[in-house]
């Protein structure tokens, strides 16, 4: 039986088509600098992004609010400062989070791979974790405002990635088939074992050009082909 064509593409945002990383690096040196925090970048970037994960994820699961993630992070990056209630913790997160939005651009092969996935007549919408009214900002304040993405943020859907209630829900927006929806991340977990999870082909974007099993990977959004999409997912 032959394959079924591909009608759709479902691009994550952060680490995918924003450079969330290069953000948050950058925010950080001006952060804290201005808080006046002795170390090196590259410590206080690993201590943050690791926080990140396990309380992003707390947020995802619902566990947590977007406001009380934020707290939980701020209280353990700046430990053993002590904050005398809440709304000093949101007022120290509010200063990484502006240096962090200045901060915000689109890698540079994200406009024109999904212009060529519309130029192929796919329909084109982003999946992204995180608050609607944030990723939405994402878009409309970096190069991607011009492209008017269909954008399927986690706070607005059943569940977040990698439930297969994403996806589906990301599918029937866009009026696809999950089995003909391609699904491009760089996320394992949250973008390749859950789109798989919920029926969807799949291409791992990895810019550090380090393949992981048979699984269709890029290194840059650029080696999307659209028009031989068959030969990326293995279909020759």
Request: aromatic share 8%; charged share 25%.
């Amino acid at each position: 039986m032959a394959a079924e064509p591909i009608t759709g593409v479902l691009f994550d945002l952060d680490d995918t088509l924003l450079d969330h990383r290069g953000a948050a690096r950058a925010a950080l040196a001006t952060w804290t600098a201005q808080l006046g925090l002795v170390g090196a970048l590259e410590e206080f970037e690993a201590r943050w992004l690791h926080f990140e994960t396990i309380y992003y994820r707390k947020y995802q699961a619902r566990e947590l609010t977007n406001a009380e993630h934020r707290r939980a992070r701020i209280r353990e990056f700046l430990a053993p400062r002590l904050f005398a209630d809440d709304i000093e913790a949101d007022q120290a997160f509010e200063g990484y989070w502006k240096a962090y939005v200045a901060s915000w651009r689109a890698f540079d092969d994200a406009v024109s791979a999904i212009e060529r996935a519309r130029r192929a007549g796919l329909a084109v919408g982003i999946l992204t974790n995180g608050d609607a009214t944030n990723q939405g900002l994402k878009v409309s304040t970096t190069a991607l405002a011009p492209l008017d993405l269909r954008i399927f943020a986690s706070s607005d859907l059943p569940a977040a990635k990698p439930h297969a209630a994403a996806f589906h829900a990301a599918c029937d927006g866009l009026g696809v088939l999950p089995s003909r929806c391609l699904m491009v991340g760089d996320s394992w977990e949250n973008d390749i074992e859950g789109a798989r999870g919920a029926g969807l082909p799949v291409a791992f974007l990895d810019r550090s050009g380090m393949a992981r099993d048979d699984t269709p990977t890029l290194a840059s959004l650029d080696a999307l082909d659209f028009a031989r999409l068959d030969l990326l997912l293995g279909r020759h």
